[in-house]
């Protein structure tokens, strides 16, 4: 217990009243770490450093149990491994970094810290237009037995599987899809990246899914709409060059046989459109949505 004791007290000797006066740089201070830490928490939230992070968070649990409990063996192995282990840390986010700094040096940093439109105004991932020309699509192609495979973007940005395609960056038609779509025609092979109302990229190349659930009866083409759903956000949709079924796969599930109502109700429900009214404040995380 004695042990326990002095490791609290030395672990969060920081909270204890300070003995000199705030000053306004220290107030400045607070603004400017509470800022970085919230648009931290934003970052990892928005991408697959999350899942990555609370596994970090039950290693430095048990590596402080480690040091609580003075275990020296395990203290030896700890220390020797922390060079390896910034090293694998830098490596495995190396996508979510050069994606942030890329978000860093396009952002309007003046325009985010200070919002000062209050006007109401409607947000929305994409418009109404976008869902009615994906749904035809989905449904033409499916009568004609045409195999599709569309990717639509959420949170999570797919810019990894978007340089692995043909850059297009074309307002999303209908006509347009099941043109890319058609057999023989140099885009019709891989997936289309869906981000807003706008067509990013085609004959994008998509991870696999693992599942052994699936069923043996399933080709590439699910697979690939079921592994990009299990790493990402986002909702992609599976048109059967086979049966013409309309499959949707979301967080790792597929759900096959979808009919055009569903699949629009499902894409409305994707589309999160909510009345915003801006105000005053520091953080665009400060506004308060009216659905």
Not at 63 to 76: G, I, Q, R, W
Not at 202 to 207: G, R, V
Not at 244 to 261: P, Q, W
Not at 269 to 288: A, H
């Amino acid at each position: 217990m004695n042990s326990v004791k002095v490791w609290l007290q030395t672990s969060f000797s920081w909270l204890t009243r300070p003995t000199y006066a705030i000053t306004p740089t220290d107030v400045l201070e607070i603004f400017i770490l509470a800022f970085l830490v919230y648009n931290l928490l934003l970052w990892i939230k928005s991408t697959r450093a999350w899942t990555l992070l609370k596994g970090i968070m039950v290693l430095v649990i048990c590596v402080s149990f480690v040091y609580l409990l003075h275990m020296e063996t395990l203290k030896f192995i700890v220390n020797r491994g922390i060079d390896i282990a910034i090293t694998a840390g830098i490596v495995i986010f190396q996508p979510e970094l050069r994606k942030a700094l890329e978000q860093l040096g396009e952002k309007q940093i003046v325009a985010s810290l200070i919002p000062i439109d209050s006007s109401r105004s409607v947000t929305e991932r994409f418009s109404d237009r976008t869902i009615n020309e994906i749904v035809k699509a989905s449904v033409e192609m499916a009568k004609v037995k045409t195999g599709a495979l569309m990717v639509i973007q959420q949170n999570v940005m797919l810019q990894e599987y978007e340089r692995t395609g043909i850059v297009l960056d074309s307002v999303v038609s209908s006509q347009l899809l099941i043109n890319i779509f058609e057999h023989n025609t140099p885009l019709h092979d891989g997936a289309v990246v869906i981000r807003e109302n706008r067509i990013t990229a085609a004959t994008c190349y998509l991870p696999l899914s693992d599942n052994m659930l699936l069923s043996k009866e399933l080709g590439t083409r699910h697979r690939a709409g079921v592994g990009i759903s299990e790493v990402t956000d986002s909702l992609t949709i599976i048109v059967s060059e086979e049966t013409g079924s309309i499959s949707i796969a979301y967080k790792g599930e597929l759900k096959r046989n979808v009919t055009a109502d569903e699949l629009r109700e499902r894409l409305v429900i994707l589309q999160n459109k909510s009345v915003t009214s801006r105000k005053f404040g520091l953080w665009k995380g400060w506004n308060r949505n009216e659905t």
